[in-house]
């Protein structure tokens, strides 16, 4: 190509207007509803005098849904890899905008909103999630079973886990910042990829806020792609497999706590509330919440520690923090403390029974001696594993 030619192509290139809004739509087999979305968004953006494009990111559709897309005017992104994340991720990947709005390609969604979503991501928002419940949701457009119990439960417990400030964790329609979207590394590939966006967000501390939308009944005559139990229980396992602080941490410091405290209480004797008598038999049990419960603690720190390694949650100072104390030398030193106490025990039961000739002991007495020492030595032998699993998985990351 000569000087002249290519420097009329940059003058040219230079003319055109920057994109500053992708819309991007996730489409598998949408032929009945695909032309009414697009129409819609082009529209809408044309109205509003937004320079923007419309991607259908095509999951490997059979009904024409390709050709329908390039006839309307709507870039065609083909992604092989299945699945509704993977969609979008191969959509947004291909977007030129600044910003980028989602929305199901089933006219479910009004795309009319668009502006809404523009006007909060340019004042410096993130995030941007449509609320559903603020706006309205058409009579059969959402199964009662999701709209009151499955969405707001699910929701209720991401707020609670994360502190993300959104009120309908679900909602399809939504926009963001392309680099902001760049900085939440997301990895899920399917539906979890909805709830992954709003976790990383809030987990980076990225700035959230919600405008109203609606819901109206999906335009097609074929069932939706969304499963109710299956899509539910992996809502609620992504959930959970992202909080290990709610899913292994709390209910460990519980189990703890419950044991130490009970083990404290029959340590000296049996204990009777009203006719019913505590005696070894509880004691056992205590012992095992004890150690249940540490276990529970130690699976949390591993949870956390492996997900920061591979970039699932950010790095979080209170965990640095921790193991500037924590490490493999003080956990080792802890353990064999622990693990000593223990045998300290175990050998002052064995003189015991020695004194009484090697012969029959109370056994509840008895218990009472080598049960917090089978305890303490377990816990020992348990805090020296974690410090050098603990400092296996750090390696990686230092």
Same mark, same amino acid.
């Given at each position: ?89 191969? &959509? ?63 929701? #209720? ?75 539910? #229980?992996? &809502? ?163």
């Amino acid at each position: 190509m000569s000087a002249h030619a290519r420097m009329r192509l940059e003058a040219s290139a230079s003319d055109q207007p920057s994109v500053e809004l992708s819309v991007i739509l996730p489409c598998l087999n949408e032929a009945e509803t695909l032309q009414i979305c697009i129409a819609k968004a082009h529209e809408t953006m044309r109205a509003a005098n937004i320079c923007g494009e419309v991607i259908v990111a095509d999951n490997g559709s059979t009904d024409g849904s390709q050709r329908i897309a390039l006839e309307c005017g709507a870039r065609l992104v083909n992604v092989k890899q299945k699945g509704y994340g993977s969609a979008l991720r191969g &959509g947004i990947a291909a977007a030129r905008g600044k910003y980028v709005v989602m929305g199901d390609a089933d006219a479910s969604y009004d795309f009319s909103h668009i502006p809404r979503f523009l006007t909060e991501l340019r004042v410096g928002s993130d995030l941007v999630m449509g609320n559903r419940f603020l706006g309205g949701i058409a009579r059969g457009a959402m199964p009662r079973l999701h709209r009151y119990l499955g969405n707001p439960v699910l929701t #209720w417990l991401g707020r609670l886990f994360f502190n993300a400030p959104c009120r309908d964790f679900y909602c399809g329609l939504r926009g963001f910042k392309k680099d902001s979207y760049e900085k939440m590394g997301l990895r899920t590939s399917g539906m979890e990829f909805a709830s992954e966006m709003v976790v990383k967000a809030a987990l980076l501390g990225m700035q959230v806020s919600e405008v109203p939308t609606t819901l109206s009944p999906d335009g097609r005559s074929r069932p939706p792609h969304l499963r109710t139990w299956r899509d539910g #229980w992996r &809502g609620l396992r992504f959930l959970l497999l992202y909080s290990p602080r709610w899913l292994f941490l709390y209910p460990g410091i519980l189990l703890m706590l419950a044991g130490t405290v009970m083990t404290g209480w029959l340590i000296t004797g049996p204990k009777q509330v009203g006719s019913v008598t505590f005696d070894v038999d509880t004691l056992v049990y205590a012992a095992i919440s004890i150690l249940l419960g540490f276990q529970a603690i130690t699976i949390a720190l591993f949870a956390k520690v492996f997900a920061i390694s591979q970039g699932l949650h950010p790095a979080d100072t209170k965990v640095e923090k921790f193991f500037s104390y924590a490490n493999l030398e003080t956990g080792l030193l802890a353990g064999a403390l622990i693990f000593l106490a223990g045998l300290g025990l175990s050998v002052f039961a064995v003189a015991s029974w020695r004194a009484h000739h090697f012969g029959q002991l109370n056994t509840g007495q008895m218990l009472r001696l080598t049960m917090p020492a089978a305890v303490s030595m377990t816990l020992g032998f348990q805090i020296s594993l974690a410090s050098f699993f603990l400092s296996l998985l750090r390696i990686k990351r230092e």
